[in-house]
Nanobody, 115 residues
Framework: QVQIVESGGGLVQPGGSLRLSCAASGSIFRIYAMGWYRQAPGKQRELVAGITDGGRTKYTDSVKGRFTISRDNAKNTVYLQMNSLKPEDTAVYYC?????????WGKGTLVTVSS
């Protein structure tokens, strides 16, 4: 059973930065493409950034140039560096495989961008 735990969220002012971490149990982690997703109030969950097992990355248009996804396979961890945060980035952020697997969703970590 794979367990995923997200951390690093919090309250930050517009223009600020946060670094999210996603710790995944299980040695099979390193062979999967992984993604960071977010769900804002009243909206559907969306893929924000993805990274393949080989390190190839992709981003949704709204975060390109501001967010960076990375992974450390030795630590079974995926990161999301978020810079120049905007109020519209406010959401619960989740980590999962890309495409996601229903039984891998964790509790997420809340990011609030507000002055």
């Amino acid at each position: 059973q794979v367990q995923i735990v997200e951390s690093g969220g919090g309250l930050v002012q517009p223009g600020g930065s946060l670094r999210l971490s996603c710790a995944a149990s299980g040695s099979i982690f390193r062979i999967y493409a992984m993604g960071w997703y977010r769900q804002a109030p009243g909206k559907q969950r969306e893929l924000v950034a993805g990274i393949t097992d080989g390190g190839r990355t992709k981003y949704t248009d709204s975060v390109k140039g501001r967010f960076t996804i990375s992974r450390d396979n030795a630590k079974n961890t995926v990161y999301l560096q978020m810079n120049s945060l905007k109020p519209e980035d406010t959401a619960v952020y989740y980590c999962n495989r890309d495409p996601p697997r229903g039984d891998y969703w964790g509790k997420g970590t809340l990011v609030t961008v507000s002055s």
